[in-house]
Every structure is written in C-alpha cells, then in structure tokens.
C-alpha cells in the first residue's frame, strides 16, 4: 500500500525472510519514520545498520541514504514520509517561530501507537476516495504535531512549554492577554488583575510551568514584534519602539542588544532585505 498526501506518503511494506528494498535509496525533502507493526527489520543508514523492533521506530532525515531488510524472520512495516517545509510550517505555527531548523535524536523508545492511529484514520479516509480535503489537512497537521510530541530534538524544550501553556487555562489567558496588548502599558499588577489572582501567585505559576517571570515573557512577545517590524516596515527605530509597547528608547536597545548579540541598526543593516 503506498498512499501520497499533500504533505505526507504512508507506505505498509511486507518482508519476506532475507528480503529487502530493491536499491538503496533516500526520499529527498522528505523525513521518514520506520515503525516495525510485526517481525523484525533492519535498517541500513548510511551503513550504520539498527534492529528496529517492538516499542522503537527510527527516523530518517531528508537526502539520508537508506535500505530496509530482513534476517529470517519476515516483517510487516508502516512508513510514515513527512515532507520537511510542511513540518518546519508546523513547529513555525506553534511556536511562533521560534524554532528554525529542528535538530532530530534519531531512535525513540517511546510508543507509535498515535502515530499508528492517525496514520490509519488517514488510510481509512483517503484509501479509496480522495475527496476529503478539508479532514486530510487536519490529519496530516495531527500526524505532525504527534510525531513532533514523541520525537526528541531541538525543538523539545520549547515544544512541551506550549503544551503545558494548552492544559494552564490560566497561563494561556494572560499569555492570549499580552499578545492583544502587547503594546500598550503592562504592569505585573495588570496582568494579576486580569487573571483575578495575586502577582505573587502569577508569578510563581509562570515559573513553573514557562520558567520566566510574566515580565520577562512580555519582554519577548515584544522584542519578537520589535523584529518582524524591523524586517518588514520602513519604520525609524524611535517609531518601533514605542509601538511595540517600550517606554524608551535605551531600555530597547539595551534589551535588543541583550536578546541578539547585536544592535538595532546591525541587524536591520544585516538581515533586512
């Protein structure tokens, strides 16, 4: 079975005893994950050759060569393709770009079976009937974002706040509470108001779950806008400043220098284009 999506391919490979892929190969932009449903294969990366079994999968980055084979046993596979720009979209809509190029740990001794879940509902949806659009994009940005909780990499640490903020209703709201008015005046007092609890309190909850205080993650909602509108507007330094919710201009330049290494002006002058 070989099904292509927009921006997943699922494959089920069967392996007969000493049996393998035709020729060694890789699957260009595309990561691929090996998840054993029975027997035993293995998998030659570049030569290094692993037993992927029970309770593993292994991953495969874009452009890596590549060959699946067996010993005595015979194997039943699932492979899962997902193309690199689509997941780099994904973690970029997450975590609000945050995260550029993801740095993946290749084994996990976690379990696929939600992988094996949504890879089957998309079998399921699309086998014979292509004309599911709207729940294909659904299922493949799921497929992604299941794959991105279990794969260790780069991204983790950030990628697990995110999911801590989603199950804090209360950190979720003053965090939604910022981005809308990021802008303006906001004092810690504020923002304990809106969220009807003690600062004191606000703040430890911050702590544990995003290790920063509320200030030092507006400081970053602020300087990420500072940013974008020094990449994509014309606008004089002193006019960002303040729109981006700054009381001075030094206290800007002092934390933007803190944050990037850089000044203002270096990095307009190096990164805008």
């Given amino acids: 079975m070989n099904l292509k999506l927009p921006n997943t391919k699922l494959m089920l490979s069967r392996f007969d005893s000493y049996s393998s892929d035709p020729?060694?190969?890789?699957?260009?932009?595309?990561?691929?994950?090996?998840?054993?449903?029975e027997g035993s294969t293995?998998?030659?990366?570049?030569?290094?050759?692993?037993?992927?079994?029970?309770?593993?999968?292994?991953?495969?980055?874009?452009?890596?060569?590549?060959?699946?084979?067996?010993?005595?046993?015979?194997?039943?596979?699932?492979?899962?393709?997902?193309?690199?720009?689509?997941?780099d979209h994904v973690v970029s809509t997450k975590l609000n770009n945050h995260v550029n190029d993801i740095e993946f740990?290749?084994?996990?001794?976690?379990?696929?079976?939600?992988?094996?879940?949504?890879?089957?509902?998309?079998?399921?949806?699309?086998?014979?009937?292509?004309?599911?659009?709207?729940?294909?994009e659904e299922l493949e940005w799921e497929l992604a974002e299941i794959f991105l909780s279990i794969q260790k990499g780069s991204h983790s640490e950030l990628w697990e706040k995110e999911y801590m903020v989603n199950c804090n209703p209360i950190i979720k709201n003053v965090i939604h509470y910022m981005e809308e008015n990021y802008h303006n005046d906001l004092s810690l007092d504020i923002l304990a108001d809106h969220c009807k609890m003690s600062k004191f309190y606000l703040i430890k909850l911050f702590k544990e779950v995003l290790g920063c205080t509320p200030s030092q993650y507006l400081l970053g909602i602020r300087l990420e806008h500072a940013k974008h509108l020094l990449l994509?507007?014309?606008?004089?330094?002193?006019?960002?400043?303040?729109?981006?919710g700054f009381g001075s201009l030094n206290t800007f330049e002092r934390v933007f220098k803190k944050r990037w290494g850089i000044t203002i002006s270096e990095f307009r002058k190096k990164y805008k284009i």
Wanted: glycine share 2%; proline share 2%.
């Fill in 23 to 37: 020729v060694e190969h890789d699957h260009g932009d595309d990561y691929q994950i090996t998840i054993p449903l």
């Fill in 42 to 87: 293995f998998l030659d990366q570049n030569k290094v050759v692993n037993k992927v079994e029970s309770s593993k999968h292994f991953l495969t980055f874009p452009g890596e060569k590549h060959f699946h084979f067996t010993e005595e046993d015979k194997s039943r596979i699932l492979l899962v393709n997902i193309n690199k720009h689509f997941l």
């Fill in 105 to 136: 740990f290749n084994q996990i001794d976690y379990s696929s079976e939600k992988l094996i879940k949504t890879a089957d509902e998309l079998i399921k949806l699309n086998l014979f009937d292509n004309n599911h659009q709207i729940q294909t």
């Fill in 232 to 244: 994509k507007s014309d606008w004089d330094i002193t006019k960002i400043c303040f729109e981006v």
